[in-house]
Structures are given as C-alpha cells and as structure tokens.
C-alpha cells in the first residue's frame, strides 16, 4: 500500500508547479499587453498630431491700416486642411500689441483688427507681424506704415 501513495506525490507537485508557470505566465502576457496597448495609442495620438502640425498652412496675406492710423487689418490665409487657433503679435518702435486666440477653419481668410486708439501708428515706421499658431508654427510679415 505505500508503494501506491509515493506516486501520487510527484504528480501532486508537477500539477501546483504547472498552475504557477501558467499563472505568473497570464500576469506577465496582461501586464505586457496593457503596455503594449498604452504605447501604440500614444505612438499613434503623436504621429496624428505631427501629422496635422505639417500640414497647417497659413500665411498674413494683406496688412494695411485706415485713414488715422489707428487700427491695423491683418488678413491671415489658413491654406492648410486643418482648422487652426491664431495669435496674431504686432511690434512697432515699442508699440507692441497681440490678438489672442483668433480661430479659423480650412480655407478662411480673416480680418484681424489691431487697434492702436489712443497711440497712433507714426507714419514712415515699419510693423514686424507674427503670426503664431497653437501648433507652433509661425508667419512673418512687415509692414511699412504710409
């Protein structure tokens, strides 16, 4: 009769040990498919956002000023096949002004008003004119003031 039960053992220990393998096995397979997972999504949210980064396209394509001086139009051309959030910065001989936040969609062309009331642009003075998007791309434009 003892002859029968030292079998049993072995068989006893290999099954716990195979349910271990197989188990730490399963962890190791969800950790690293959860990893996995977490990298091609953020992989593919960066590649998508470069994506849309090179193709905005946007340009000042007029600037000129009314009769007093006293407010800039800026057109901005958004070119590109994405929609896009413009800063507008104007800087003349210390006479710095922004407008923030201007939004455009594929193919707009805005007129952005920078008022200079109270403090009017001098003529004969050069206006240096970026345009900055949310996306950090940039367009330059310099005007001279008549």
Request: glycine share 8%.
């Amino acid at each position: 009769m003892r002859h029968k039960s030292r079998g049993v053992t072995p068989v006893i220990a290999t099954i716990i040990l195979s349910a271990v393998v197989i188990a730490v096995g399963g962890a190791v397979w969800s950790y690293s498919q959860g990893a996995a997972t977490v990298i091609a999504n953020n992989y593919v949210n960066g590649t998508m956002s470069l994506l849309n980064e090179v193709t905005e396209r946007f340009t000042i394509e007029h600037v000129s000023n009314n009769s007093d001086r006293t407010v800039l139009y800026v057109w901005v051309y958004n070119y590109g096949e994405v929609d896009i959030v413009v800063d507008l910065y104007v800087n003349s001989t210390g006479q710095f002004r922004s407008v923030l936040g201007t939004a455009m969609a594929s193919g707009d062309l805005v007129r952005i008003d920078v008022s200079y009331a109270g403090d009017p642009l001098q003529s004969g003075v050069t206006v240096a004119i970026k345009a900055h998007s949310r996306r950090q791309n940039n367009a330059y434009y310099e005007f001279y003031v008549s």
